[in-house]
C-alpha cells in the first residue's frame, strides 16, 4: 500500500474510530486499526466485537493498493503530533510506515486476514433519517440509560420503528426519557435494545458527515444487529437481549399541577438552588405557592441556599425535591424554548413536557 493523505483528515477519522477500540482485550488483535484501499478510497476501522466503524478518509491520493492492521494508539499519537500538512503511508510486510517531510515511522503491526471482518449488508430495507433529526434523538435519550450492569436491558435505548416514525426510549428505573420523530420508508419493528455506546456514535457519524447534520443516515435492523450507515461511514452493532420494561405503563396520569418555564431560567434555578446541597441526600428542594417558586439545598456542614422566582405555576401548593443532575441533564439536552414541569403530589413521578413529541419523566427524591 501507498497513499498520500491528508494528515488532518486522517487523523480526525482515526479519532473518531479509536473510541470503539478497546484499551484491554483476551484478543490483541482488536487494538488495531484496519487501513484498506478499496476503489481509490482509504477506510479505517475498528471494533471491539460489540460495536464496529468503518469510516473513509478524506483527501487521500492512494498510488499503491494495500492494507494494515496496526495499533490504534500508535497512529492517533502519530498523527496528533506531527506538524505536516500531508504524510504518506507505505505497508512494510507487517508494518506501517508513516512518512512525512522529516520523519519516518515504522509501526509493526498483525496479519491484516486475522482482522474480524465486518458484516456485510442489504441496504434495501433500511429506512433514512436526517442525521441532524437522529444526533438530536440520541442527544435527548442516552444519558438517561442506566450505567449499572445490574439491569442489562437498561444499559442500552430501546429502537422502535412504526410504520413512518421511530421511538427512542431509555430510563434507569429512576427517569425516563421518550423521542418520537418522522422517518421515510420504514419497516416496522415492536423494539430492538441498542447498547448505549453504539447510540453514542450513531450521533457521531450522523454529525460527522456533512451537509450541517442534514445528510441522511440509512438504519437497518436484523437479527444479527442494526447497521447504520451515512456517505462515509459503517456502523455496527450487537443487540442487547433482555427485556425492555413497559414504559407507557409509568406515564404520569393526574399531573393537575403545571409549571411552565423557559429552559434555561429553569436550568440556571436549579444550578444555583443546588450549589448548597447534602452530598448525600443530593436534592434540591421545589416549593410553589401562588406563582412563586423557591428551589432551596441545604447541608448541615455547609449552610443552605435559598432561590426566588416569580413563575407561571397552576395548581395546589406544592414541595417536592429532585436530584439536581437528573433535572439537569434533560435541561441541557433541550437547549432552549419553554416546558410544562406537571405534577401530581410529592411522591409521584414528574414530567417535562416542551411538547414536539419528547417527555422526559423524573421521580422525586425524599425530603423528610
Not at 79 to 106: C, H, M, P, W, Y
Not at 200 to 218: C, D, F, T
Request: glycine residues 8%; charged residues 25%; hydrophobic residues 40%.
Amino acid at each position: 500500500m501507498r497513499v498520500k493523505a491528508d494528515r488532518k483528515g486522517l487523523r480526525e477519522a482515526a479519532s473518531l474510530v479509536q473510541g470503539v477500540v478497546p484499551s484491554k482485550t483476551s484478543r490483541p488483535i482488536l487494538q488495531n486499526f484496519l487501513l484498506e484501499t478499496k476503489e481509490n478510497h482509504l477506510l479505517l476501522q475498528g471494533t471491539d466485537m460489540e460495536v464496529g466503524i468503518s469510516t473513509t478518509v478524506e483527501k487521500v491520493e492512494v498510488e499503491e493498493e494495500g492494507k494494515a492492521v496496526v495499533p490504534a494508539s500508535k497512529i492517533v499519537d502519530i498523527l496528533s503530533k506531527v506538524l505536516d500538512e500531508q504524510v504518506e503511508l507505505q505497508t512494510d510486510e507487517q508494518a506501517l510506515r508513516i512518512l512525512t517531510s522529516r520523519g519516518n515511522f515504522k509501526v509493526l503491526g498483525d496479519k491484516p486476514d486475522d482482522f474480524p471482518a465486518m458484516e456485510e449488508c442489504n441496504w434495501s430495507e433500511a429506512f433514512e433519517i436526517e442525521g441532524e433529526t437522529l444526533a438530536e434523538m440520541v442527544r435527548k435519550t442516552v444519558f438517561a440509560a442506566a450505567t449499572e450492569r445490574t439491569r442489562y436491558a437498561l444499559n442500552g435505548i430501546l429502537l422502535v420503528v412504526k410504520e413512518n416514525k421511530v421511538e427512542m426510549v431509555a430510563t434507569d428505573g429512576k427517569r425516563l426519557a421518550r423521542i418520537i420523530r418522522p422517518v421515510t420508508a420504514a419497516k416496522a419493528h415492536d423494539g430492538v435494545i441498542v447498547p448505549a455506546k453504539c447510540i453514542n456514535y450513531l450521533e457521531k457519524i450522523s454529525l460527522a458527515a456533512g451537509e450541517g447534520g442534514h445528510a441522511p443516515v440509512k438504519i437497518l435492523i436484523r437479527e444479527s444487529g442494526i447497521f447504520a450507515s451515512t456517505s462515509n461511514s459503517v456502523l455496527t452493532s450487537r443487540l442487547i437481549e433482555g427485556h425492555f420494561p413497559d414504559y407507557e405503563a409509568v406515564f404520569p396520569k393526574g399531573t393537575d399541577k403545571v409549571l411552565t418555564i423557559d429552559v434555561k431560567d429553569l436550568q440556571q434555578a436549579v444550578i444555583e438552588g443546588a450549589l448548597l446541597g447534602d452530598r448525600e441526600s443530593h436534592a434540591v428542594r421545589f416549593s410553589f405557592k401562588a406563582n412563586k417558586l423557591q428551589l432551596s439545598s441545604r447541608s448541615p456542614d455547609v449552610g443552605e441556599a435559598q432561590i426566588q422566582l416569580d413563575v407561571a405555576y397552576e395548581g395546589d401548593e406544592l414541595d417536592i425535591a429532585f436530584n439536581p443532575d437528573y433535572l439537569l441533564d434533560a435541561l441541557s439536552a433541550l437547549g432552549g424554548g419553554e416546558l410544562k414541569f406537571k405534577f401530581k403530589d410529592t411522591s409521584s413521578a414528574a414530567l417535562i413536557d416542551p411538547g414536539s413529541n419528547y417527555i422526559y419523566i423524573v421521580m422525586p427524591v425524599s425530603i423528610g
